[in-house]
């Protein structure tokens, strides 16, 4: 990442001046069509071709090198052969550019060598404090009048909008461009950002975010920069602007492909991050590209939804039912219609129209009837947003209905979406309801798949912005644990000692006690409580069972005692030289559900808490859920509902609910040593004994992995 | 249902004579659109509109009524109002009309009156053996040009086709013709069923089937007339053409809206069974109407895979990487490409390319680049079709590319799909394709969605054709225990009968005997091999554990005499007054995983079988899955599959697989059971217990409700 001279890069954006290095006239050449969109965008700044070979272009006076140009360069953009490019920014530099856009290949995508070639380019941007952009991408575009630049060689420019677009794909770029321009689908602004030496998705995150014009933001990426930045970044951006994903990628073949086409890292069963990072930035994520542009049509629009509460207004009961069905899986709520509601609309519908949700007013009805049930509709406050349906009939023509449903949307600040159902996105119809503030769609699942869109916007804005929970824990005794297994270079904690560092945060285990003759061990019992499990404690014994060394369920001090010679037997025969000191007595671990809780670490994401349901769902299922340390309340509330697993948590059948807060807490608690102890690489608590509601959680089994002694401290 | 005289149901589709009762000539009235239509559409029989109100309709001479008529008519169009409906049919029948279409409303979907007036109509068609469409319907047409029929009041009549469409709502028919003509898409034969009084979608299946014009059927549903009719028709015409289906009201509020839309019967929570009619009829069920479209588009194309191996050709990393994503989603393959088309491509392609799959082409390749390699790739025999994605760049138009897929399209009889990135659906590069049989369509991820559809329906030809099992089982024992119970009157069956009826039908149990004192229990125990269970045996006691009388795990005859002792002394004490018949020994079962499975029963489904995993993934994840018996072995199979629990049976992390033969055995069982013992109208093994392969399964608990003796023999 090199970053440029201010968050807003507008040295990118907004130049005054722009070169194009390597312009050219020959058709068909990518520094052809790229000067003549620079100037036939209607530049507002001066834009000089330079190239040695051309005397003009594009009818434009041409410079054979920088040092001749007659304005400073603010941005340059860059088309010469990728071994000419460092040489290219360098100069740009010294005539005083702030920016660069390159769009050449032949860097970190073709191996080795590229790669070469791309550090040195970064070097040099660096060197020169300019903002860099690419290499291997397809520029840049404002639509802002009072720039107008389009730095791409696009052969379409989409008309001016509200919508930026980044996209780590330069030909999905061009596409997504093309497809824009016929279906009049308005951008605000366009990154390219190819192999992201420079500039990054974070980047431009931050920059669009201060983007007046811009009003939604579109992603497309292969793979994040850096998922930490991300979510921080996004994390902002989110509290004032919508941001849409498409993270590709996602099975292994995809991935694969993406791995190939960006030489990016393997992330090989990682796509489960990007679902935790985007659930924790508000970014919502979309699996194709035609369900981003039905989402990016909504947020477009400007419109909000106070709430989930939708109503279908529909002359046609199969498309309603079809929108209903779509709603619940949306997630919106469908409610019965309020009292005064239904009285107000009885009295004038055709007798024949159910007045339920969705509202059937069956074919009869005209235009008109469609404006006054939408408007007492809309004004009730026991619904947050409508969703029109309209199948032109013989008494009602698209036209009238378009024109009754704008109506009736000019009377409220709630969203309308419309479905003129048989008519398609580009009639004459849906042009004007659009431009009414009315998103039209053909079909109407596609119409409530973008109110949806608005519902889970709405309900992340709402959240409870809760902080990060700093939990008093016993840091002295934490430290102690991991630097006496630092300093005889232990990576993986002896069991006594990951249950030293997990009490030191407040986990609790099941009291124990180590006793060295069996007087000892059954006062421990009495102390303890029974049933109590005994177990041999032995530094040469790692696992002891083998050796007969646990004893499960031991009710009162006769079968203590019993055991006790049992074991002492059975040990000693199995492992004559194993050092003994002695059996440990502890606590039986009380009925309650089993649960998985961890920690890893990433190079992207840095440290993740993992939870799922313990035992077979963990390995045969795969029930796990991940976010990104530190866990925020909400989100370890989100965690445990999202597993599948989650009713067993929440209590069936009359079975009492799990202890919930216990577990939430315990989640932001491992959250915070994954935090605070970077040198704890891997941990898992399998299982976590989660018991009924009111009487908390227990640890039973912890395994905990530090890095090597050389890397401690340093791993993300 | 009343059907006509052919199963082609010509008498609808293919009248040589029309009556059109109710024609009108007011502007914005149906008889108006309706009669205008049929001439419109150049209907190649003769039609006559019928209505004493006007001299001549449209221009053609109107007769004011049916028995004025110079021609007799084979089918009759009936717009007059509901309460004249009845009155209509039955001079249509004595003019010796073979068929009427309804579309009047004001029938059953208005309620109790509406549906006397509804079974009065059906009277008098059956008396006259007259096909009937409706009521409340929106009509019928057949673009076939040597019939001309369109008998509905759309204002857009789509172009000819191959594609059928049958709906169960006329709105939605209606709003479905216009969006089909503005995009292009062509019919063969649509049908508004209506109140489907008379012709339901299972007639018009089997009459699809039979039209050589119609290459794909397009179903809208709100429930099925019949369920396990429609798993018979469904599964014969699959065999020859493919079947698409909208269900709607799959949500809760969605089915809320399709009862008060269609007045069906409540069916809540079987939209399982839905999807089970469905799988086991190789109906291909999609969620969205414009997915159905994508479907039908690649349907209509005519095109088949031989398998489910793709690759996808592509100009540009991006798309290519969406549409591997959605290739995996779809279960489609992406293989390596093998090594010969490796080879013959390395020298071909522009370094920069990776000859994998996807394979890009990156950005700088031409036209001819494509018409080659796809050439390449389509001929290789371990590849079975092709998606090529095409940006067109400034190295290629659209044109050209378009022109060079069709080449290679010329080349072989395997599917080549397209997406023209960038370039709309109804562009005329997309246009040209189609026309060359190339489906194309606007993202890459609709036009996978389109190739998983051919690879599930290839899929469903290719599979192994088993014909149901019927196993030699113990009929009469099992109509021994069954007339028994019912000469008693029990409907629950007593534990130890549904025993006996499930061992009839070679459900196996734990082994086990009736002791009557203690010695006799020890020689049990000792034939049947410790460990065992001791359980009271009476038929007072309905809960044993309640009363002490369950004693499990008894590991050598001293533990059984202390049990015997014990629950002699607890049951006497808890229950003075039963009569005990004496204790039941029964072998221990063995470990294994714990399966529910059992039958239900539907009014329109009939016999149905279900299957889960036990215990708390019944109760807590409803992971169980139905199927309409008689239940095929590949279908048995399928169920075990197809739960999300499924691994926990396969095997995991090293543990041995269950026994899933037997355990699909036991499900085919089940079914025969359902099948040949309507009287048995709910059986539930839960758990039944399957053991490591070569183990076998058996059940644990088993409870069976038979009908009450007056319904008995006649539940379907």
């Known amino acids: 990442m090199v970053v440029g001279r201010s968050p807003e890069l507008d040295e990118l954006f907004r130049p005054t001046s722009v070169a194009v290095v390597g312009a050219s006239n020959r058709p068909g050449k990518v520094g052809t069509s790229l000067f003549r969109n620079v100037i036939a965008a209607g530049f507002q700044g001066v834009a000089h071709p330079v190239n040695p070979s051309w005397k003009s272009v594009s009818g434009v006076r041409c410079y054979p090198d920088l040092q001749s140009l007659p304005d400073p360069p603010e941005l340059g953009i860059v088309i010469v052969p990728a071994p000419q490019v460092a040489g290219t920014i360098d100069e740009l530099g010294r005539a005083g550019a702030k920016g660069a856009i390159v769009i050449s290949a ?16 970064v070097a040099r941007a660096r060197r020169h404090g300019m903002s860099l952009v690419g290499p291997n991408c397809f520029g840049v575009f404002n639509t802002d009048p009072s720039v107008g630049l ?26 997504i461009l093309k497809y824009a321009a016929s279906e009049r689908i308005g951008f605000s602004r366009f990154v390219s950002v190819g192999n992201r030496a420079g500039v990054d998705e974070n980047d431009l995150l931050a920059a669009l975010d201060r983007d007046p014009r811009t009003r939604v933001i579109l992603l497309y990426v292969e793979s994040l920069a850096n998922g930490r930045r991300f979510l921080e970044a996004a994390r902002d951006v989110t509290e004032h602007k919508p941001v849409l994903v498409i993270k590709s990628g996602r099975t292994t073949a995809g991935e694969r492909a993406a791995k190939s086409h960006t030489g990016s890292l393997a992330q090989s069963g990682r796509d489960q991050l990007y679902d935790a990072v985007f659930a924790q930035s508000g970014v919502q994520r979309v699996d194709s590209l035609a369900g981003l542009f039905r989402l990016a049509k909504i947020f477009s629009s400007g419109l909000a939804l106070g709430g989930p509460r939708l109503v279908i207004l529909t002359n046609s009961g199969g498309p309603g039912i079809v929108a209903a069905d779509a709603a619940v899986r949306q997630g919106l709520e469908l409610p019965f219609l309020p009292e005064a509601v239904r009285s107000a609309l009885t009295s004038r519908l055709p007798t024949i129209a159910a007045v339920a949700n969705p509202l059937d007013m069956t074919a009869d009805v005209g235009a008109d009837d469609y404006r006054r049930t939408l408007e007492t509709l809309i004004e009730s406050p026991g619904l947050d947003g409508a969703l029109v349906i309209a199948t032109p009939t013989g008494t009602m023509t698209g036209e009238s209905v378009a024109r009754a449903i704008a109506d009736a949307r000019a009377t409220t600040r709630k969203p309308i979406v419309a479905c003129l159902f048989g008519v398609t996105d580009l009639s004459e119809e849906a042009t004007y309801l659009e431009s009414q503030g009315v998103p039209t769609y053909t079909f109407p699942e596609e119409a409530v798949e973008g109110l949806g869109g608005l519902a889970r916007y709405r309900a992340w804005l709402d959240r409870p912005h809760l902080p990060v929970r700093t939990f008093a824990v016993d840091r002295a005794a934490a430290s102690a644990v991991l630097s006496r297994a630092q300093s005889v270079g232990a990576t993986v904690l002896p069991e006594y000692a990951a249950r030293g560092l997990l009490e030191a945060y407040g986990i609790p285990f099941p009291r124990s006690a180590l006793a060295r003759d069996v007087e000892e061990a059954v006062r421990a019992g009495d102390g303890i409580g029974f049933p109590v499990v005994l177990k041999v404690a032995s530094p040469d014994i790692s696992h002891k069972t083998d050796v007969g060394g646990v004893a499960v369920n031991l009710r009162n001090a006769a079968e203590l005692r019993g055991a006790w010679e049992r074991m002492d037997r059975s040990v000693r025969a199995a492992a004559p030289s194993a050092r003994i000191d002695g059996f440990e007595v502890e606590a039986q671990v009380p009925a309650g559900k089993e649960v998985l809780l961890g920690i890893q670490r990433d190079p992207s994401f840095g440290p993740i808490v993992v939870f799922g349901m313990g035992g077979i769902y963990v390995e045969a299922l795969r029930d796990v859920t991940f976010r990104l340390a530190p866990v925020r309340p909400l989100s370890a509330q989100h965690m445990i509902e999202s597993i599948r697993a989650y009713p067993l948590l929440r209590g069936v059948r009359g079975e009492p609910a799990s202890d919930l807060a216990a577990l939430g807490e315990a ?8 935090v605070e102890r970077p040198e704890v690489v891997e941990l898992d608590l399998n299982p976590l004994i989660v018991r009924p509601a009111g009487h908390g959680v227990t640890a039973v089994d912890a395994r905990i992995v530090l890095a090597p002694p050389s890397d401690s401290g340093t791993t993300v």
């Open 150 to 175: 389009n730095a791409t060689f696009s052969e379409s420019l989409p008309s001016p909008g509200n919508i930026a677009f980044v996209s780590q794909s330069g030909a999905l770029g061009a596409g």
């Open 667 to 674: 989640i932001e608690r491992i959250s915070q040593l994954a």
């Open 106 to 121: 032949g860097f970190r995508e073709i191996g080795d060598a590229g790669a070469a070639l791309e550090n040195e380019v």
